[in-house]
């Protein structure tokens, strides 16, 4: 199940509206929505941290292993750090480099595309 059905659920399970367990988060109802629908996730592990510990349910619990990826893959800023330690100093020869610089590259592609199909899919509903 992920993210966005965990969530869900527990909210009905503990007979909240949206509204209600957005502001008992500190957070809007249009965001509360987006999570429920799977449109995004929270950007900080503080927020997921703290929708855990409001049902009293461990991150892993809450988190599926893809929607931990996208978590874990929404910190922008340490994965540009690690690459940068990779291309700057890093011992990787230069056509290890060019294969990260096209595995990323190629990664990129396949999220836009996926992206677009769920724009489209949630446009034709």
């Given at each position: 199940m992920k993210f966005s059905e965990k969530l869900k659920q527990?909210?009905?399970n503990k007979g909240l509206t949206q509204s209600e367990l957005a502001k008992s988060l500190g957070m809007t109802s249009r965001t509360l929505q987006n999570y429920e629908m799977g449109s995004c996730y929270p950007r900080k592990r503080e927020t997921v941290q703290k929708i855990a510990d409001f049902f009293s349910?461990?991150?892993?619990e809450l988190m599926g292993n893809e929607d931990a990826y996208i978590y874990d893959a929404s910190n922008?800023?340490?994965?540009i750090g690690t690459l940068n330690g990779l291309f700057a100093g890093g011992t990787l020869?230069?056509?290890?480099?060019q294969k990260v610089m096209l595995a990323v590259n190629e990664l990129y592609a396949r999220s836009l595309e996926k992206n677009r199909e769920k724009t489209d899919a949630t446009k034709n509903n």
């Open positions: 527990l909210r009905i349910v461990p991150v892993g922008a800023d340490s994965i020869s230069e056509e290890d480099k």
